[in-house]
């Protein structure tokens, strides 16, 4: 079976804090892509980072970064110094190599408080 | 790149009316996709295609139908509305392989009275 869970539903921050979204995911394939994506207020879904399941290595983008861990089949998504711009919705999303579906966790809702 | 283009962006419908929402990328991709999105639900596949003349179901396809005539066009039909297909609706594509980013269109918000 393929799962992604999204424990925290809510997330409240005051601004310049740093927030991290877990996301832990289930599958019997060995090969495998993981995803984020960013739902600001205004709707669109914004694609954040792809990492493939072979490549373990966290990854910084300014002031985002990813942990991926297998033996606990999480990745994890930390804003560092939270700002108000960063409020949104947040999905972690699993593609495995069978099939052709994406799998969607239910999303983590993060209000930063200015 | 225009990229994923989906209209109308807002629809109300009555129980019962039919209507066709329309999806559209320039990227040549070649697999597309529905979603639907609810409160506490995530996104759940509706249908999904891999080419064009080809289209297979998702996890919600019951009250939908789609067709997939060219590359760039993959349009979502419901046949007749009912209040539980009040969601927003967004297409995607990506290129053909798994391993490849889905990049979803603007997403289409319907009512059903």
């Known amino acids: 079976a393929q799962k992604v869970t999204q424990a925290q539903t809510e997330i409240s921050v005051v601004e310049k804090e740093d927030v991290t979204l877990d996301c832990v995911y289930e599958?019997?394939?060995?090969?495998?892509?993981l995803f984020w994506y960013k739902q600001p207020p205004s709707g669109e879904l914004v694609f954040l980072i792809r990492r493939n399941s072979f490549d373990e290595q966290n990854e910084i983008s300014g002031r985002y970064s990813w942990n991926f861990q297998k033996s606990t089949s999480s990745f994890n998504f930390t804003i560092t110094a939270s700002q108000v711009v960063d409020s949104a919705v947040y999905f972690c999303?699993?593609?495995?190599?069978?099939?052709?579906?994406?799998?969607f966790g239910t999303g983590t809702s993060l209000t930063v408080i200015p | 790149n225009a990229g994923v283009t989906q209209t109308p962006k807002f629809q109300v419908l009555k129980t019962g009316q039919s209507m066709t929402l329309q999806c559209a990328q320039d990227m040549n991709h070649e697999y597309m996709s529905w979603y639907r999105q609810d409160p506490g639900m995530g996104l759940r596949l509706i249908h999904y295609s891999v080419g064009a003349g080809i289209t297979d179901q998702g996890e919600v396809p019951n009250g939908y139908n789609v067709s997939r005539s060219t590359t760039e066009d993959f349009p979502l039909r419901l046949l007749s509305a009912a209040p539980s297909q009040t969601s927003v609706y967004f297409c995607?594509?990506?290129?053909?392989?798994?391993?490849?980013?889905?990049?979803f269109g603007p997403g289409t918000r319907l009512t059903v009275l």
């Open positions: 995607a594509s990506r290129r053909q392989e798994y391993t490849d980013t889905q990049y």
């Open positions: 599958t019997r394939d060995t090969t495998y892509y």
């Open positions: 999303a699993l593609t495995p190599n069978t099939g052709n579906q994406f799998y």
